[in-house]
């Protein structure tokens, strides 16, 4: 091989070695890849976590807007109250 063989050749196996530790190392690796999309995935979790109960939410806001069925539910169950001439009886088990 002349000289200029060898300086190309050297020259290409030092770009592969470069690409090379770029595909294994670098910003865009396969590792850091792997890892952005285990958490992409945890995040998809926890948004759709979330828009249930946004959901929930908007249904019970829809709920408490159109009538005050739940208005009463919410304040028999949550703070104990009662209508005229009702007697409550707590029973603890």
Same mark, same amino acid.
């Given at each position: 091989?002349?000289?200029? !063989?060898?300086?190309i050749a +050297? %020259?290409?196996?030092? %770009?592969?070695?470069?690409? &090379?530790?770029?595909?294994?190392? +670098? ?8 890892? /952005?999309?285990?958490k992409?995935?945890?995040? &998809?979790?926890? =948004? ?16 408490? !807007?159109?009538? %005050?069925? /739940?208005?009463?539910e !919410?304040?028999?169950?949550? %703070?104990?109250?009662? !209508?005229? =001439?009702?007697?409550?009886? &707590?029973? =603890?088990k």
């Amino acid at each position: 091989m002349t000289v200029g !063989k060898r300086v190309i050749a +050297g %020259l290409l196996i030092s %770009l592969l070695a470069i690409l &090379q530790i770029q595909i294994w190392v +670098g910003r865009g690796s396969v590792p850091n890849v792997a890892q /952005m999309q285990r958490k992409l995935t945890e995040l &998809q979790q926890v =948004n759709q976590a979330a828009q249930a109960e946004n959901e929930r939410l908007a249904a019970e806001v829809r709920d408490l !807007k159109e009538g %005050l069925d /739940m208005v009463e539910e !919410k304040a028999r169950s949550e %703070l104990g109250m009662v !209508k005229p =001439n009702e007697i409550f009886v &707590q029973i =603890n088990k």
